[in-house]
């Protein structure tokens, strides 16, 4: 197991410094790699069964995880959904054949819970008149500043899939682009195009609604 | 990237570095009220099972193939010593009673003699049932030396199955006493 943990470590410590941009400082991409080591540690560590280990993962991924789902169901859900999400992950981490893949893992459980949870719904409650008034009455109390901001979130929810995730984790969780990039797994690259035209789509709908 | 010479400055939006883009940071305001709510994690009291792919699951991997293996040899032998085997060929069967005794009765003919057509469906109709009969035998006689090859093969392939059974208990054997 050691052997393998160096090995993991001089790839990392090999591949970093040349993806990083060449203005970026060295420090900050052995800071990274060392970020990166760190979590794969983890993950080793919780694949056996390390406690802590998993709970400091759920600290590091619960804000990609609360993004994705609430990318996807309703934010009164999104809390319960992240804690059902790590549950599931604990249960089936043993699965996971490469460590370093994690958050690409743990995204994708994200996204089939909360599809998961959209198709029990639709089986289960439909949108009643009782329903619907409740939920206007409770906009009406809310405050101006709340009501925009669930118009917004709304919005972006309208967004195509791609634009929407990413733009949800840039603005609602506050993560940078090479932050989203990292957890989920996405390249750099990817992640810029689609917070770049989410961005454009949001403005462009957001000037339709004021206008 | 594509994005250079774009009118928009997305280097805010990208990192939050450079000049902050003042409708970003009001959207950011404005949604950082969904934003995640650190909670502890509950976890269940039992601990996840262990990965699959472990040393000792290979090792049973390696045993299982060792042991279809020796069935698949121990069959395939079988079969060969089967195959060199001489067959009993039965061409020309014996008639029946029945039959010799079904000519005999018959009426001699004493009419004109027969000419080749009647001939020709004569030989047919007599050769027909014979040929039925062949059919039979043919595949009744070797019957017996195929149930004997069946019993030897039978005999071979529990055998390979006892030798590879010893052979499983001393791995596993060893096994436990490595992991001991």
Known sequence: ?211 | MSLKGDDMNDNYLWDKAGEPDEEVQHLESLLSEFRYQPRPLVLPEATPKKMIFSYTNLRYAAIAAVALLALGVGIWLSNRTAKNMPEVATTSPTPTPTKALEQLAAPTPNVAPPTPASKLVKQFQTAAPKAQFAKHSAKRAPRKSRDEEGEQAKEKVLYALQITSEKLNLISKKIQADTN
């Open chain 1, 1 to 211: 197991m050691a052997n393998l943990m160096e090995q993991v470590a001089n790839n990392v410590f090999s591949i970093v410094p040349m993806q990083a941009e060449p203005n970026a400082p060295r420090s900050s991409a052995a800071a990274v790699s060392h970020e990166k080591l760190a979590e794969l540690r983890l993950v080793e560590a919780a694949r056996s069964g390390d406690r802590a280990a998993f709970t400091e993962l759920y600290q590091q991924y619960a804000r990609m995880v609360h993004g994705i789902v609430l990318a996807r169901a309703p934010r009164s859900e999104a809390d319960d959904l992240v804690q059902d999400v790590f549950f599931f992950a604990w249960r089936k981490i043993h699965t996971l054949r490469d460590a370093a893949a994690f958050g690409g893992w743990i995204g994708m459980i994200a996204r089939n819970r909360a599809m998961d949870y959209h198709r029990q719904k639709t089986e289960t409650e439909e949108l009643t008149d009782t329903i619907a008034n409740t939920l206007v009455d409770v906009r009406a109390e809310k405050p101006q500043q709340q009501m925009e901001a669930m118009a917004v979130l709304d919005t972006i929810k309208a967004l195509p899939e791609a634009y929407r995730e990413t733009l949800i984790l840039r603005l609602v969780e506050g993560m940078t682009g090479p932050e989203i990039a990292t957890r989920t797994g996405l390249t750099p690259d990817s992640v810029r195009v689609n917070l770049h035209r989410g961005m454009k789509m949001l403005r462009e709908r957001l000037a339709g609604y004021a206008a």
